[in-house]
């Protein structure tokens, strides 16, 4: 840490006390607890880019696949529709995993020739349609059981906090299957089909109703150990003596208070991440990292297998934005799929790691607080701004159009933003050393 | 059994729309592959400037239907696509100018392009809903159907009816009209040729005396041209709405792909691949086999091999098959 990151992040935090002073202190926890969040999703992006340099369009994808988990992990078990066909369900999965990792093993032992084609194209296709026949009529028992509350398979009800590792495991796998088709192609291609991944998996969760009941959201999945429930604070004796005590309003300090303890936690998880990425990026490890993004030629040269380093940098970039996808969902306690969109989740995310600095991990952390107070106090102060300078106007359909849209000035002002660092400061606001 | 009605079914559901998408597709996916031949980066932009250009059309029409200027019954927005392009061509100039200019003399890193296109996209994406808003808008007036599904069945005695709508005839020939004037420019006009010639070799290009700029500038303004169509296409088929524009570069980026992006000819053979195969895997084939079969083997279930919802999954699996078995695409096995 220098003095421009000092003056920095001392900056932002401004932005976050003003925002306190000037909005609500509610609104300011609230987009601190997002940045936070943010500032990880970041992390993940810039070990990816900044240290290996691969741009994955599918960062959504790596989101949404960590809120699944909460799902499965934290989700209200529904016996019955397990019972329905859960054990089908999981069957006729394992049958597809297995098709394609036959027909995978054919392409590697097979000797090449149209013998070798035939029997891939036979094994996958057959596989399908045992799939389907296994896994339809399953699917079909479980979204028949109660739709109106249920539809899904249910979860194991564990703490949400448990569902933390296995987000990031959930998104480390399918980093995996993507990075070992995509990894060897060139790097636009890398992008496209990482593009496309991440479309699939937004896709499936919308349309999986029995796995997390699609876009009728599942709601009232459980916070993570220790968050309280404002509910049960304001009915704690101890706690209202408390407030009564120091003269506070039970109501508002409980809020305060949940949101300082999520703030809490997620400042100690990025916070450990940091403490590890920094060991990690001045150890061997590191310095072959960035050996291979600035040659790999000379690399490869060197012995250092860069095809294979590339796929674990991206696993764990992924695993670590999954993680946050979780953290988020868990937060929130609903899965609502309508909300991943690649702008939100994939390109503003972008955007945090090329402003703050690609390859510093503190750049990383000052982008998302950054970019993600900008792009949440739209929501908040953008109605509010563009309502105060249309005034003057005479009410009609220009004007209450002007307010409607006030919220889209963010993509063009954040486009704008981007363009402009990556032309005049391509090293970004804290520059890698 | 019943052959023909089962092939009028064919016909209507799948071959019709097929060929109608896929031509949209084509049209914007020689857009992505132009832009790659010449300028070398997958511009991300693209699905954003299709949302652009569609979005001066709808301006433009709703202008023209004010004034009370039809060309009935072709759609208002037809005749509203020339200023479309003129516009769209004045933008995408200006942001070369602005933003890829620099980096093209830098000769940064294609990767480097693709993110600053993914920083012209938002900027795009803001304009777009900015001035026309996110909701649904319909532009398509004209004339709904050239043959009506009642009219068919009235005039064969066929139980199955084959409606091609109005948009269908006109996405048809316009997207065969501007295939034909491109491949034409590109085949015998000097211009054309020294565009070709920049995209096989840049440096024996240059060295023949090819002006770069001038190469640039005309793609820039030819790719205008294919966005306005594609997207007006796509828009006047179905409906406008800025994100699903966002959603297409999936299909495109697969349909440019599989022809081997820089090959015009593979982009539109590409969109036809991409498009038959999304709607072959996505239809529900029940009531084709329903007609071929005898009555006793008549399925129960849709015969649907994908839910429609994952149409993107189809694109994708192609896109992947290709760059992993032919990294040149179908049509480019010689380089």
């Not at chain 1, 990792?101 to 000797?111: D, L």
């Not at chain 1, 249910?154 to 995509?182: D, E, R, T, Y």
């Not at chain 2, 006109?170 to 009209?177: E, K």
Request: hydrophobic share 55%; glycine share 10%; proline share 4%.
């Amino acid at each position: 840490m220098n003095t421009r990151a000092i003056y920095l992040f001392a900056g932002v935090g401004m932005l976050y006390v003003l925002t306190g002073l000037l909005l609500s202190w509610n609104v300011s926890l609230n987009i601190l607890i997002l940045g936070l969040l943010s500032a990880i999703m970041a992390l993940g992006v810039n070990m990816q880019w900044g240290y290996a340099g691969l741009f994955s369009t599918g960062i959504v994808g790596s989101i949404a696949l960590g809120g699944l988990a909460v799902v499965f992990i934290s989700g209200n078990p529904v016996p019955q529709a397990f019972a329905a066909g859960g054990w089908q369900v999981i069957f006729g999965l394992a049958v597809a995993v297995a098709g394609i990792a036959a027909a995978v093993a054919a392409w590697t032992y097979m000797a090449p020739g149209r013998l070798r084609n035939l029997a891939v194209a036979a094994i996958l296709i057959g596989g399908f349609f045992l799939y389907r026949a296994i896994f339809d009529p399953a699917v079909e028992r479980i979204e028949a059981f109660d739709p109106a509350t249920y539809g899904n398979v249910g979860g194991f009800g564990l703490n949400s906090i448990w569902a933390w590792p296995v987000g990031g495991l959930f998104a480390a796998v399918a980093a995996w299957a993507i990075g070992k088709i995509a990894l060897g192609l060139r790097e636009d291609y890398l992008a496209i089909a990482t593009l496309g991944i991440a479309e699939i998996v937004i896709t499936a969760i919308k349309s999986e109703d029995w796995m997390s009941r699609g876009v009728k959201n599942l709601v009232g999945l459980p916070r993570p150990w220790p968050v309280p429930y404002e509910v049960d604070m304001q009915a704690d004796p101890g706690f209202l003596a408390f407030c009564a005590n120091w003269g506070l309003n039970p109501t508002t300090t409980s809020t305060l208070a949940v949101k300082g303890i999520y703030i809490v936690m997620f400042a100690i998880v990025l916070g450990v991440l940091i403490w590890l990425l920094q060991r990690a990026l001045n150890s061997p490890w590191g310095r072959m990292m960035r050996a291979i993004r600035d040659n790999e030629v000379s690399a490869a040269a060197m012995g250092k297998d860069v095809k294979r380093q590339h796929l674990i940098i991206f696993i764990l970039g992924a695993a670590v934005v999954g993680m946050s996808g979780a953290m988020y969902v868990s937060m929130l306690g609903q899965l609502v799929p309508g909300e991943y969109t690649p702008l939100r989740f994939t390109f503003l995310i972008w955007i945090m790691v090329i402003v703050g600095g690609s390859g510093n991990n503190w750049g990383s952390v000052l982008g998302g607080l950054l970019v993600g107070w900008l792009w949440l106090i739209v929501d908040n102060a953008g109605p509010l701004v563009m309502s105060a300078a249309t005034a003057g106007m005479a009410d009609g359909a220009l004007k209450s159009h002007l307010v409607d849209v006030a919220p889209q000035l963010r993509l063009l002002t954040l486009g704008v933003a981007l363009l402009l660092v990556l032309r005049f400061s391509p090293r970004g606001l804290l520059p890698e050393k | 059994m019943d052959l023909l009605n089962a092939l009028v079914a064919f016909l209507n559901f799948v071959v019709i729309p097929a060929a109608s998408y896929g031509a949209q597709l084509a049209v914007g996916a020689l857009g992505v592959t132009l832009i790659f031949g010449i300028l070398r980066f997958s511009n991300f932009a693209w699905g954003d400037t299709m949302a652009f250009g569609t979005m001066v059309v709808i301006l433009f029409t709703w202008l023209f239907q004010s004034l009370g200027i039809s060309i009935a019954p072709l759609p208002t927005a037809l005749l509203a696509l020339p200023f479309s392009i003129v516009i769209t061509s004045a933008l995408l100039l200006g942001t070369d100018r602005v933003v890829y200019r620099f980096y093209r003399k830098q000769k940064a890193k294609p990767i480097i392009l693709v993110i600053v296109s993914a920083g012209v996209m938002f900027v795009m994406n803001g304009l777009v809903r900015i001035v026309i808003g996110t909701e649904e808008q319909n532009f398509a007036d004209g004339g709904r159907f050239l043959i009506s599904a009642g009219d068919f069945k009235a005039w064969t005695g066929l139980a199955e009816g084959l409606a091609i709508k109005g948009t269908t005839a006109v996405t048809m020939v316009t997207a065969l009209l501007t295939m034909s004037a491109l491949f034409w420019f590109l085949q015998k006009t000097r211009t054309g040729k020294s565009m070709r010639a920049f995209s096989d070799n840049e440096d024996l290009a240059l060295l023949s005396g090819i002006n770069p700029d001038r190469v640039v500038q005309v793609t820039w303004v030819i790719a205008a041209a294919l966005a306005v169509i594609a997207g007006t296409l796509y828009g006047l088929d179905k409906s406008f709405r800025p994100f699903i524009y966002f959603s297409l570069l999936l299909p495109i980026f697969a349909s440019a792909v599989v022809g081997g992006l820089g090959s015009p000819m593979g982009a539109v053979a590409g969109g036809f691949v991409v498009a038959f195969s999304e709607i072959v895997v996505t239809y529900a084939w029940k009531k084709v086999i329903t007609y071929i079969v005898p009555q006793t083997w008549a399925p129960d279930s849709l015969m649907q091999l994908l839910s429609t919802d994952y149409k993107f999954a189809v694109s994708f699996s192609i896109l992947i098959i290709v760059l992993l078995f032919m990294p040149n695409g179908l049509f480019n096995k010689g380089k």
